[in-house]
C-alpha cells in the first residue's frame, strides 16, 4: 500500500511539476500568473492526440514503430503548443507589458483560459477523447506494489526534461539570459538583451513542457477533455507556490510534494477529500514558510 | 477612424455624467432601475437583471476588499457559498425566516473571513492570493462531501422563499425589487465606508502600505476589517441567492465564479463605486447579447475579455475618467517599461 502510493504519486508529481514549471518560469520573469497555463496543457494533450489521428488517417500508425511513435507525437505537441505559447504571450500579455496593475494582465489571462477553453470544446467536442492505448500494458511487482512500464516512462521523461531544463538555464548562454532578465529585465535590455525575444522563448518553454505534461496525462489516464486543463492548472499552480514561485527547482519539488501529498491523502484516508489535502498542506506549508519551501524572502523596498 | 469618434462620444457622455451630482447621479439610475422590469419584455429579462444585481452586490464586496485595500482574494465566492448554505440549512432544518437568517448569516460569513483573515495576513501578494484560492476551493469541496450538512452534490432543494408581512416573494418580478434593495443598501454602505476613516486607511494602505504603516496606520486591523466587510456583503447577498434560485449546489461555488467576479471589478475599474456595478452588468449581459451566436458565444466572450484589456486597462471606469493626478507617477514606471 505505501510503496503502491508512493509510486502513483511520483507519476502524479511528475505530471503537475512540468506543469508547474510553465507557471514559475513565466512569473519568474514577468511576476504573472499565467492563468490559461492549464489550458496550455489541455491543448497540449489534443496536438498528441491529433498527432496520431494523422498517424491513423495516413496508415503510418501501423508502419512506425511504437517507440517512435510516441517520440514524434511528443515531439509534435511540444512544438505546437510553443507556438501556441508564443501566440498567446503575443496577443495577450504583450499589449499589457506597460500596464502597472497586475490584475489587469491576470483577467486578460482568464479571458484567454476561456477562449481556448471555448475553442477545445468547439473543435474536438466536449466529451472525454479516448486516447491510443498504444504503450504496452506491461508491470513489475515489487514488494506488493505494481509499478506499471508508463509510470517509469512518465518518471524518468520528467527526470530527462527537467536535467535538460537545468542544464539550459545554468548553463547556456540562453539560460543566462533568462536569468538576468528575471533579475531585472530593465538592467538587461541594456546589457544588449533582447527583452522581448527572451520573454517568448521562456513562454515558448513552459508551455512546450506543459505539452509533454498533456501527453503523459493522456497516455496515463488514456482521455483527453475539454476541460481538463482546469483542475491540472489549479493543482500545478499550487505546486508552483508550494515549492517557491520562481524557483525552478522549487516548482519541481512543489510538483512531487503535491503528487504524494495527494496520493497518499487519497489512499488513507479518503479519495472524496483528496483535493482537499493539497489545499491543506499548501496552507499550512505556507503558514510555517510563507514564501514556499525553496522560496526566498525578499524585504520590502521602500 | 470611427473608433476614436466613437470613444470622443462617449467622453463626451462621461463627462457630462461625471459633473452631475452623485446623489442626481444614483437618483437617476434607479429611477431606471425601478422601471425596467415594467418595461422588460419578459419575465425572462427581469430574471437576468436579478442575476447582474446579485452578481453587483459580490463585485462591490470584492472591490472592498481588492479595489480598497489591494489585496488580491482568489476566493471570495466562499463567502457568497457560506451565506448560501447559511440560509438553506438553517431555514430547511430549524424553519427560521429570511429575515432572521439574514443578521445570523452575515455573523457566519464575518466569523469565517476573520478565521481565514487572520490566517492568511501573514503571507503578501501572490502567496496571499494562492491562499484565498485554497480556502475557496475548500469550502467547495467540503460542499460536495459533508453530505449530512450539505446534501453533497446533489444540493439541497426547495428552500423556501422569503416573505414580508404576509408578502411572498414568488417570481422574479417581486424578487427584483428586493434585489434592488439589496444593492442600494450595498452601494449606500460602500459609499460611507470608504469616506470612513478606515476607508481612508485602506487607501492609504493599498497605495503605499509602508508608508502607511509609518504614519501609524495598523495594517493587520484594518486588511481584516475591509476582508469581513466584503465577506458580509458577499454573505448576505449569499443569503439572497439561496432563497432566489431555491437550490443550492457545490457547483454554483466554483473557482471560475470567483475569477468571473474579479474580472467584473478589474472591467468595471477597481476602486471605484461605479466600476464594480458597471462590470458586473457588462459581463452578464454580454453573454445574453452573444446569445445568437449559440456555440460560439463563450469563445467570443472569451476573445472580448483579452480585447476589453488591451483596450481599456485600467477598467471602464479608467477609460473614460483619465486619473490626472497619478499620471506622473505612471509615466514615471512607463519610461523603462515601454520599448525595449
Not at chain 2, 437618483?27 to 419578459?42: C, K, R
Not at chain 2, 451565506?83 to 437568517?101: D, N, Q, V
Amino acid at each position: 500500500m505505501f510503496l503502491q502510493q508512493l509510486v502513483n504519486g511520483v507519476t502524479l508529481g511528475s505530471v503537475y511539476a512540468l506543469i508547474a514549471l510553465g507557471y514559475t518560469m513565466v512569473y519568474g520573469i514577468l511576476e504573472l500568473i499565467n492563468f490559461a497555463h492549464g489550458e496550455i496543457f489541455m491543448m497540449g494533450s489534443f496536438f498528441g492526440l491529433l498527432f496520431w489521428w494523422i498517424l491513423e488517417m495516413t496508415g503510418l500508425s501501423k508502419v512506425i514503430p511504437i517507440p517512435l511513435a510516441i517520440f514524434l507525437m511528443f515531439i509534435f505537441s511540444m512544438i505546437a503548443t510553443a507556438f501556441l505559447g508564443a501566440l498567446l504571450e503575443f496577443i495577450a500579455y504583450r499589449p499589457l507589458r506597460s500596464v502597472t496593475n497586475r490584475l489587469i494582465p491576470l483577467i486578460s489571462a482568464l479571458g484567454a483560459s476561456i477562449f481556448l477553453q471555448n475553442f477545445a470544446m468547439l473543435t474536438f467536442g466536449s466529451t472525454n477523447r479516448v486516447y491510443p492505448a498504444i504503450f504496452p500494458d506491461v508491470g513489475w511487482n515489487l514488494f506488493h506494489a505494481r509499478i506499471s512500464l508508463i509510470q517509469i516512462f512518465i518518471f524518468i521523461t520528467c527526470i530527462l526534461i527537467m536535467a535538460g531544463l537545468t542544464v539550459l538555464v545554468n548553463k547556456t548562454k540562453l539560460g543566462r539570459s533568462m536569468r538576468a532578465v528575471a533579475q531585472d529585465y530593465v538592467t538587461a535590455s541594456l546589457m544588449g538583451i533582447r527583452v522581448n525575444r527572451i520573454i517568448t522563448i521562456t513562454f515558448m518553454i513552459g508551455s512546450s513542457l506543459a505539452a509533454a505534461a498533456g501527453v503523459m496525462y493522456g497516455m496515463y489516464y488514456g482521455v483527453a477533455k475539454f476541460d481538463m486543463g482546469y483542475l491540472a492548472g489549479l493543482k500545478a499552480f499550487t505546486a508552483a507556490v508550494l515549492g517557491g514561485i520562481g524557483n525552478i527547482p522549487g516548482a519541481m519539488l512543489g510538483g512531487f510534494c503535491l503528487g504524494i501529498i495527494e496520493s497518499f491523502g487519497a489512499g488513507y484516508i479518503s479519495s472524496e477529500y483528496k483535493d482537499m489535502f493539497a489545499f491543506l498542506m499548501l496552507l499550512f506549508i505556507l503558514l510555517l514558510r510563507p514564501s514556499g519551501l525553496l522560496g526566498q524572502q525578499v524585504p520590502d523596498k521602500v | 477612424m470611427m473608433n476614436i469618434r466613437f470613444r470622443r462620444r462617449i467622453k463626451n457622455v462621461a463627462r457630462f455624467w461625471n459633473n452631475l451630482d452623485m446623489r442626481l447621479k444614483w437618483g437617476i439610475l434607479f429611477v431606471i432601475a425601478i422601471v425596467y422590469p415594467f418595461l422588460a419584455s419578459s419575465q425572462y429579462y427581469v430574471h437576468i437583471m436579478n442575476l447582474a444585481f446579485i452578481y453587483v452586490v459580490l463585485s462591490l464586496g470584492l472591490n472592498i476588499v481588492c479595489g480598497l485595500a489591494g489585496l488580491l482574494d482568489l476566493g471570495f465566492i466562499a463567502f457568497y457559498a457560506v451565506g448560501a448554505y447559511t440560509y438553506a440549512i438553517l431555514s430547511i432544518k430549524l424553519g427560521l425566516s429570511f429575515w432572521e437568517i439574514l443578521p445570523i448569516a452575515c455573523l457566519t460569513t464575518a466569523l469565517f473571513g476573520l478565521l481565514v483573515g487572520s490566517a492568511a495576513f501573514r503571507l503578501r501578494g501572490d502567496y496571499f492570493a494562492i491562499v484565498t484560492m485554497g480556502y475557496g476551493e475548500i469550502i467547495r469541496i467540503l460542499a460536495n462531501n459533508l453530505t449530512f450538512l450539505t446534501n453533497g452534490p446533489i444540493g439541497i432543494a426547495g428552500i423556501p422563499r422569503p416573505t414580508l408581512f404576509g408578502f411572498k416573494f414568488e417570481d422574479p418580478f417581486q424578487y427584483y425589487f428586493l434585489a434592488l434593495s439589496f444593492v442600494a443598501i450595498s452601494i449606500f454602505l460602500t459609499y460611507r465606508f470608504q469616506a470612513s476613516r478606515i476607508g481612508r486607511a485602506l487607501e492609504a494602505i493599498r497605495e503605499d502600505e509602508i508608508a502607511a504603516v509609518s504614519m501609524g496606520v495598523n495594517l493587520k486591523n484594518f486588511k481584516l476589517i475591509s476582508f469581513i466587510i466584503g465577506a458580509m456583503l458577499g454573505g448576505s447577498i449569499g443569503v439572497f441567492f439561496a432563497s432566489y434560485a431555491t437550490f443550492v449546489s457545490p457547483e454554483s461555488f466554483s473557482f471560475m465564479e470567483s475569477v468571473m467576479v474579479l474580472a467584473m471589478v478589474v472591467i468595471g475599474g477597481m476602486g471605484t463605486i461605479e466600476g464594480p456595478v458597471i462590470g458586473a452588468l457588462i459581463l452578464v449581459f454580454l453573454p445574453e447579447a452573444l446569445r445568437s451566436l449559440s456555440d460560439y458565444r463563450m469563445l467570443i466572450f472569451g476573445a472580448l475579455m483579452v480585447f476589453m484589456m488591451i483596450v481599456m486597462p485600467k477598467g471602464f471606469m479608467g477609460w473614460i475618467k483619465p486619473r490626472r493626478i497619478l499620471k506622473v507617477a505612471e509615466e514615471e514606471n512607463s519610461f523603462v517599461t515601454r520599448d525595449f
